[in-house]
Structure formats: C-alpha cells, structure tokens
C-alpha cells in the first residue's frame, strides 16, 4: 500500500515550548508496510507506517497498532487527511493526495491501530523510496514544436499548466482530456477546427487560451460542462468565429475575454449577465452597434477599436408594436418573468423558437417582438473605469435597445439617457 502525496509533519509538543513553525509541506511517499523479516515470521510482526521524501529516502516510521489516537477524515474527498499519533506527539497532515487511495488507507490505519489482522492486503516491504518516487510531481509543461510533442511518452497526470504551441493541432489530443488538475490550458498557434463536446476530465479549466487556430465557433463545452463554473480568461483571438453565442453569458465567473479578430458582427443582447466581466476585447470585427446589456458590465478596460460603428442612426423604431402585444408575446414574457422551467417537448415549436429570440428591455423585464427598438449613443469613457482602446477619433459608442411597453418608451423619450451610469 503506497500512496503519493504532500505531507505536513507538526509535532504536537512544539506549542507548549512556544516554539511555532512555518507550515511547509513536501512531497512525499507514505507506505503502509511490515519489514521483510518480520512478515515472514508473523507472529509479533509490527505495522508500520513510513514516509519517505527527497531528504530521508528511508523514510520515518511510524507504529500503528494502538499507536493512532485520531485520524481526521472530514476532507478525504479532496484528498486531504491527518493521522494523529500518541507517540512521537506529531500530527501526519496529508494532502494533494488521490482521495480513494487515501480512503483505502486511512481504512487500513484504522483497522491495524486496532490491532486487525490484515494478512489479505498487500502490504509495502518497507524498503527505501527511490529518487523517482519521491521527486516533485510534474506540473507545467510547455511545448512548443512537434518534436517536443510527447507521443510515446505520457503527459503527467499531476500537470496544472499546459501549453501546446505551434504543433499543428487539428483536433484535441484525447488524452489531455484525462488531465484532471489541468487550470491553464494554452493551444494557441495550432490548426484546431473545433473542439470536442465532452471535454471528459478537464472540470477545474479556470484560463482557456485558443488564439490563432482554425475555430470557427466557441466550444460548446464550455457551458455544456462544468468548466462554466469554472471558466475564467478565454481568449480566442484571430479565429474565424461568425457568432457569439447567448450561452457565452453563461459563464459567470468569466472576467476576461477576449474575441478580437474574428468577423462577428454582434454580441450577445444578454452580456451584461457577465457581471465579474473586466476586460473584454473585440477590436477588429465587424460589430455596428453594441447591445444595451453594456451598461450593466463593470469593465475596467476595454477594446473596441477597428469596428465599423454606424453613428448615424439614432432614436426609436417600430413604436406600433407596442399597442398590443400577440397572444404569443404574453405566454413567453410571462414564462420568462416566472422562469418557469421548460424543455423542447414541452412547448409547441413557435414557441419554442420565439422564446429563444429575447430581448430585454432597460427595466429589466423580457420582450420579444413586440417591442420598440432604440438606437443611442454612448460616452466609451463612462463604459470602462481603467481604460479603454477605440479607432481614432471615436470617443462614443452607439447601442442598441429594446423598449418592452409604452410606459418605458416614454420614460426612454424623456431622458434617453438615463440608462447609462453618469
Ligand atoms: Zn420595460
């Protein structure tokens, strides 16, 4: 029984000596084991505990049998523990450690402190830790042409940060996705054409970096799993990416993002959902107008240079929609104002695709076509706290809204400008 992992040593006496030290833990590997000798004689053969690290490859031993007077399991499940013995006075405080092998073991310290026989279980020898099994794990890894690219070789499971450049990608290797610790992907200047629906064991992405590649749209993975809560710099400049996709303001936890360079023509209505957005970058697009929902963004920098911004047109469209809203206009505002709950099957397919279409009005109520549509002008200086990036001579951004009855519309016409902060 072994097990890889990172171990604290505190002794327990060092407080009453007022003695404090640093917590340092080291990568370590802790064996559970009887010494050759003694296992083939049985009788009276005593159970060890050893940890070994890089310093003491033959490792400290600890008894267990009536030796262990706590073990503190409450975070097993994040592969964090510590196993208290009456003597030496130390408290063993392990972590970073694969949960359902330090189940296992912490069931097996139970069982043999209170002095059960565990002649089934394979136990260590007790022999020294090579050199091997008790360096550091790996956790970075940086390619960047295809001769480095291991092919033969495994990627470490321990990796945290990987980044894969120039090696010509055109789909995700499948075994990055069993990289469970990874947080920092980086595939930039690859061929990659789109990414996989299911990206298997990668949960804790927090950076996403896929500039320069062949995307032509943003991974669905991204919401369809739990990187959405998880996700937070996705950067996919110079792709080929036409739409941004309303489930993009889905991914909460996202403060920056970057789309420059792509050809899209518009952003999400909803994007203001993005609350803990604070930089967003879409310089080189074709975007005209940008949607209301950026008043509510809390931007400390911003890039919107390069864009066609269309200036010209400003005030409100389509007033007579406001009269009287459609049947079907009502049934989906109230479905969306009680968020009730509905599936495709639910809902006859009209209705269905006219609830994808919404909009959302400056009160903050949801409209669909029945709706007046505002144009604006907007200061950029009052859309970023930090600063923002603009084409020359562009100091306003035009924005788009919606008005969902007569009563915002006339509130709209008395001061267009009470939306915007400031
Ligand atoms: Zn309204």
Same mark, same amino acid.
């Given at each position: 029984?072994?097990?890889?992992?990172?171990?604290?040593?505190?002794?327990?006496?060092?407080?009453?000596?007022?003695?404090?030290?640093?917590?340092?833990g080291c990568h370590a590997q802790v064996s559970l084991g009887r010494k050759p000798a003694a296992s083939a004689s049985r009788s009276g053969s005593q159970l060890f505990l050893m940890v070994c690290t890089a310093k003491d490859r033959n490792g400290a031993k600890y008894v267990i049998k009536n030796n262990v007077s706590q073990v503190f399991a409450k975070f097993v499940s994040e592969g964090k523990a510590t196993i208290r013995f009456k003597e030496p006075e130390q408290d063993l405080c392990l972590s970073k450690a694969d949960p359902l092998q330090l189940k296992s073991l912490l069931s097996l310290v139970r069982a043999g402190a209170q002095g059960q026989d565990l002649d089934r279980v394979t136990l260590s020898s007790l022999a020294p830790a090579s050199t091997k099994q008790v360096e550091k794990p790996r956790t970075e890894l940086t390619v960047t042409s295809r001769k480095e690219y291991p092919v033969t070789s495994r990627f470490p499971a321990s990796l945290e940060v990987l980044t894969v450049h120039s090696c010509g990608m055109k789909r995700l290797d499948p075994r990055i996705l069993h990289l469970s610790r990874i947080h920092t992907l980086d595939l930039s200047l690859n061929a990659l054409t789109s990414l996989p629906d299911d990206w298997g064991r990668l949960s804790c992405v927090s950076t996403l970096i896929l500039t320069d590649n062949q995307l032509s749209e943003i991974p669905s993975a991204l919401w369809k799993s739990q990187l959405c809560e998880t996700i937070a710099v996705l950067d996919v400049?110079?792709?080929? !990416?036409?739409?941004?996709?309303?489930?993009?303001?889905?991914?909460?936890?996202?403060?920056?993002?970057?789309?420059?360079?792509? +050809? &899209?023509?518009?952003?999400?209505?909803? !994007?203001?959902?993005?609350?803990?957005?604070?930089?967003?970058?879409?310089?080189?697009?074709?975007?005209?107008?940008?949607?209301? +929902? &950026?008043?509510?963004?809390?931007?400390?920098?911003?890039?919107?240079?390069?864009?066609?911004?269309?200036?010209?047109?400003e005030g409100v469209t389509g007033e007579e929609r406001l009269v009287f809203p459609t049947l079907m206009e009502c049934v989906a505002r109230a479905i969306r104002k009680y968020r009730i709950p509905y599936t495709e099957e639910d809902l006859f397919p009209q209705l269905f695709h006219y609830l994808a279409a919404a909009r959302q009005c400056w009160c903050g109520n949801f409209c669909f076509t029945c709706s007046a549509r505002y144009f604006s002008h907007v200061s950029l200086r009052h859309l970023v706290s930090n600063s923002y990036s603009a084409s020359p001579g562009i100091t306003t951004a035009p924005i788009e809204g919606f008005l969902c009855s007569q009563h915002c519309l006339t509130r709209f016409k008395n001061n267009p400008r009470a939306y915007w902060r400031n």
């Open positions: 029984m072994r097990l890889s992992c990172e171990v604290d040593v505190v002794n327990r006496l060092l407080p009453s000596h007022n003695v404090r030290k640093a917590k340092r400049r110079n792709n080929h !990416i036409a739409t941004i996709p309303l489930q993009i303001c889905e991914l909460h936890k996202l403060a920056c993002l970057r789309l420059d360079n792509n +050809g &899209f023509d518009s952003l999400p209505p909803t !994007i203001g959902k993005l609350t803990n957005l604070k930089e967003l970058a879409v310089a080189q697009n074709k975007i005209k107008v940008l949607p209301a +929902g &950026f008043a509510q963004l809390r931007l400390e920098n911003l890039d919107v240079s390069d864009n066609p911004f269309d200036l010209s047109v």
